[in-house]
Structure formats: structure tokens, C-alpha cells
């Protein structure tokens, strides 16, 4: 069974960066991706941004720019990258990883707070 840990959450100013850490108890290359989503209180998941089995990254329009995904295949790690945090980031940040075997098996953390506030 495949567990995600995530953690470097926290609270930021406005303006302020973080950076979220997602480590799998595998080996993330069997993954045909991972990602991040957030969830708001009393709104639905959204994906943060999405990277491939072959390292290529993927981000909503409303993204772009100032948050990056990465990751460290020898420490089976991913990473989010936030910068410019605005209060309306504030959310749960949950990892995702997907396999695709005879169907698509998904994966989730147990997620990690980030509130963005003065």
C-alpha cells in the first residue's frame, strides 16, 4: 500500500513562500503522476498543478506563475513551490499520486494546512 506524507505547511504572511513536501513510501517513478490539490473550507478540490512520470509539469491558468511543482526521484519526494502566497491560498494542500495498472489507482495524503494571513 503506497502512503504519501505530506508537511511544510504553515502560516505565512501575504507575500510571503512556502514550500510543501509530499514523500511516498515508494518509488515516485512508478507513478504516471503525482500532483497537489487544494481545498478551501466549504469549497470543492482543486489541482494545484500536476507532474508527469517523465518529469513534464502542468498548472491550472490561475497557477501559473507562482507555484511550481519539482521533484526528487532519489528521495521518492515532491515538492510545491509557493511564492507571493495571497490569503485566498489558504487551504488543505493534499499529494496525489496515480498508477495506471489494469485501471488507475490514486493515491492521496492526509493533506497539510497552509494559511496565508496577517
Known amino acids: 500500500q503506497v502512503q504519501l506524507v505530506e508537511s511544510g505547511g504553515g502560516t505565512v504572511e501575504p507575500g510571503g513562500s512556502l514550500r510543501l513536501s509530499c514523500v511516498a513510501s515508494g518509488d515516485i517513478r512508478s507513478f504516471a503522476s503525482m500532483a497537489w490539490y487544494r481545498q478551501a473550507p466549504g469549497k470543492q478540490r482543486d489541482v494545484v498543478g500536476v507532474?508527469?512520470?517523465?518529469?513534464?509539469?502542468n498548472y491550472p491558468p490561475s497557477m501559473k506563475g507562482r507555484f511550481t511543482i519539482s521533484r526528487d526521484n532519489a528521495n521518492n519526494t515532491m515538492y510545491l513551490h509557493m511564492n507571493n502566497l495571497k490569503p485566498e491560498d489558504t487551504a488543505v494542500y493534499y499529494c496525489?499520486?496515480?498508477?495506471?495498472?489494469?485501471?488507475?489507482?490514486?493515491?492521496w495524503g492526509q493533506g497539510t494546512q497552509v494559511t496565508v494571513s496577517s
Open positions: 496525489n499520486a496515480a498508477r495506471i495498472l489494469a485501471t488507475r489507482i490514486t493515491y
Open positions: 507532474i508527469t512520470q517523465g518529469g513534464s509539469t
